[in-house]
């Protein structure tokens, strides 16, 4: 399929967007992008979200005590099957 | 049973990861394991319950951080993460190697949440059912206004309330790859979808996400 990249529609550009995100090409260097403020704003926003989950939202620790019941349950099991 | 009370703490696994601005394509990914891994891997599925926990070590604060931000509460996510390790135990014997050891721990503890969400009562019940959310509740076109975006006005709560309200497919999408940093490949390998179907869902919840933010930002989304 050949797509002038250069007139694409808004909907058409934001259809190839999960595609474009994903792939080699920078999607802010995409001819669209260059001229359409609103799918700029649109790309903007969405780069905004990726980054705040990488900056706002850190792996969590779990409590030290949960590896202790963790091993009791684990212990629990072995001893059933024993029995069983 | 040998006493293992205090497993080795091992490195943030995103510790590495660069913190100025990124573009999208850029996530990184989790660690490679190295042949240390492969060797506690199989004293573990050997019954070495040393080795167990240090598998424990190695993985426990990605799966908790995956149950916590599917279920928004630390209680239930420590039940689940519990439930996780335990199932790991029973069937750690049976992992073969098909995949890397992180997809099948990361796979099996998604069907434990997805589980929950179930017993819950949550529209959940299978990766299938959590990888196709219903079509009304695909965001439509999202446009905006360029002069109101959303640069600099997210916030740590607002941002976890606006995850916590997506639908369950795109939430587990969205917490592997921004959050964890799968890249689509190693989801799609998780979820048993396409490569093409990870994008999608990732661009979806991205979507309902910039829409939740600006509303609660108070700026108004044109369509």
């Known amino acids: 399929m050949t797509e002038d990249r250069n007139n694409l529609s808004c909907a058409e550009f934001q259809a190839q967007m999960p595609d474009l995100i994903g792939g080699g090409e920078k999607a802010s260097e995409h001819p669209h992008v260059q001229n ?3 799918c700029r704003a649109l790309l903007a926003d969405l780069e905004t979200i990726a980054e705040a989950a990488r900056q706002l939202l850190p792996p969590v620790e779990p409590p030290d005590n949960l590896w202790k019941q963790i091993e009791l349950a684990i212990k629990d099991e072995d001893v059933s099957l024993d029995q069983g | 049973m040998p006493d293992s009370s205090s497993p080795t703490q091992p490195s943030d696994p995103r510790s590495d990861r660069p913190r100025g601005v990124m573009p999208l394509q850029a996530s990184i990914s989790p ?4 042949s240390n891994d492969d060797d506690t891997l199989a004293r573990a599925q050997g019954g070495d319950h040393q080795a167990f926990a240090q598998l424990y070590s190695v993985h426990k604060r990605r799966i908790y951080s995956l149950c916590l931000r599917m279920v928004g509460n630390t209680a239930e ?3 689940l993460t519990q439930e996780a390790f ?3 135990h029973r069937k750690i014997a049976t992992f073969r190697g098909d995949s890397a050891f992180s997809t099948w721990l990361h796979r099996l503890a998604i069907n434990v949440v997805l589980m929950h969400l179930r017993r819950k009562g949550l529209a959940v019940i299978s990766l299938d059912e ?3 959310p219903a079509p009304e509740e695909g965001p439509g076109r999202s446009f905006g206004s360029p002069d109101l975006n959303l640069t600099g006005a997210i916030d740590r709560l607002a941002l976890e309330r606006a995850v916590g309200e997506l639908p369950a497919g795109y939430r587990l999408i969205f917490v592997l790859h921004d959050i964890e940093g799968y890249e689509h490949n190693e989801i799609a390998s998780m979820l048993d979808c396409s490569i093409g179907n990870s994008k999608s869902q990732l661009h979806k919840a991205r979507l309902k996400l910039r829409d939740a933010l600006r509303a609660s930002s108070g700026l108004e989304t044109q369509k």
């Open chain 1, 36 to 38: 359409c403020e609103l």
């Open chain 2, 31 to 34: 660690p490679v394991p190295n």
């Open chain 2, 77 to 79: 996510a420590e039940d």
């Open chain 2, 86 to 88: 335990l199932q790991l």
């Open chain 2, 130 to 132: 959590a990888m196709d």
